[in-house]
């Protein structure tokens, strides 16, 4: 099985960061063990912005994928980096408690439950 923190170390290669200078890079393993990378994408509306997480998951949904087990995520900070707020209850509704496992250049890695990184997600029913 191929390394994720490899897959997201290369998909940060593609990462379009001109303005934060930024890179990011995601690799999401599905169930059977496909992988699907992201990468940031910026662009000068600044807000339209997408996260590497959002760009593998987005693109793994497109292809039909609906069940995923890990996502790895690699940045150049000093400290792996977290993924975003916004991306958490993204991952959470479409992946469950999936392990995340943060990265960084110089080859540190941590890893959490996507549940210890998002507590107490939002949910609702209708009758
Ligand atoms: N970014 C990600 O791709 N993932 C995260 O989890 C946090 C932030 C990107 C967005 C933006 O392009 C750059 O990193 C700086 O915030």
């Known amino acids: 099985m191929s390394d994720l923190v490899d897959e997201a170390r290369?998909?940060?290669?593609?990462?379009a960061a001109s303005f934060s200078k930024f890179k990011v890079g995601a690799a999401?393993?599905?169930a059977a063990?496909?992988?699907y990378r992201g990468c940031n994408v910026e662009n000068s509306t600044y807000g339209l912005t997408v996260c590497a997480e959002r760009v593998a998951l987005l693109s793994a949904l497109a292809a039909g994928e609906r069940k995923f087990t890990a996502i790895a995520v690699v940045t150049q900070?000093?400290?792996?980096?977290?993924?975003?707020?916004p991306c958490?209850?993204?991952m959470w509704e479409y992946c469950?408690?999936?392990e995340v496992t943060l990265a960084n250049l110089a080859g540190q890695r941590v890893e959490?439950?996507?549940?210890?990184l998002f507590p107490y997600p939002f949910t609702f029913s209708v009758d």
Do not use: Q, V
């Open 96 to 98: 469950g408690d999936i």
């Open 10 to 15: 290369k998909a940060r290669e593609n990462a």
């Open 112 to 116: 959490y439950k996507l549940s210890t």
């Open 33 to 35: 063990g496909k992988i």
């Open 28 to 30: 999401l393993r599905t």
């Open 77 to 85: 900070s000093e400290e792996p980096s977290t993924p975003c707020g």
């Open 88 to 90: 958490r209850p993204l």
